[in-house]
């Protein structure tokens, strides 16, 4: 009876060590490598809505359409990168998007918007060393790059490049 109590009692130890450890784990991992984050507001609406959870990935390097987390004020916010260092970003009147004097192609976009209650910056404009211009996809109501406020955003303010939704369930799946 002894000898029983006490693998007992020895495997439930084990048990609860390996548990901790597997949570530790887990922990460590979505706040160092795999964020997980919930959407709030309508900046990216269509693309991201309110209440949908999400997962990024670290990194720095990002490309002309890439959704990224940052952080503003405390805050988390969800972008897509427009443009990049030194690139020259310009929105004309009816909303479309120029990057180096290219036309960038959004087909994710519902409809196109200038954001002129927002944009407080002369275009075209040039993105700074180290930065990245981000704009919403919902670009009526989005505060982002073209204001002054937010600005571009420096590889330090970055959680991640949201990849993956994982709720709601019926919109499981990859994020583009």
Do not use: H
Not at 39 to 45: E, V
Not at 87 to 114: A, I, T
């Amino acid at each position: 009876m002894d000898r029983s109590r006490k693998k007992l009692r020895r495997t439930i130890v084990n048990t609860i060590g390996i548990v901790v450890v597997v949570a530790a784990a887990a922990v460590l991992i979505s706040v160092l490598l795999l964020p997980v984050l919930r959407i709030y507001g309508a900046s990216m609406k269509g693309t991201l809505d309110n209440g949908d959870l999400v997962v990024s990935v670290k990194g720095t390097k990002f490309k002309t359409g890439d959704i990224i987390a940052f952080y503003y004020n405390n805050d988390i916010l969800v972008k897509r990168v427009i443009g990049s260092s030194k690139d020259w970003v310009e929105v004309d009147r009816d909303g479309n998007v120029f990057v180096n004097q290219q036309l960038v192609e959004e087909p994710y976009l519902k409809e196109k918007s200038y954001g002129e209650q927002y944009t407080d910056i002369a275009m075209p404009y040039q993105v700074p060393e180290g930065k990245v211009f981000v704009m919403g996809d919902n670009r009526s109501i989005s505060i982002d790059s073209r204001n002054s406020k937010i600005g571009c955003i420096s590889s330090e303010q970055v959680v991640g490049k949201i990849v993956f939704r994982i709720w709601p369930l019926s919109k499981f799946g990859t994020v583009r």
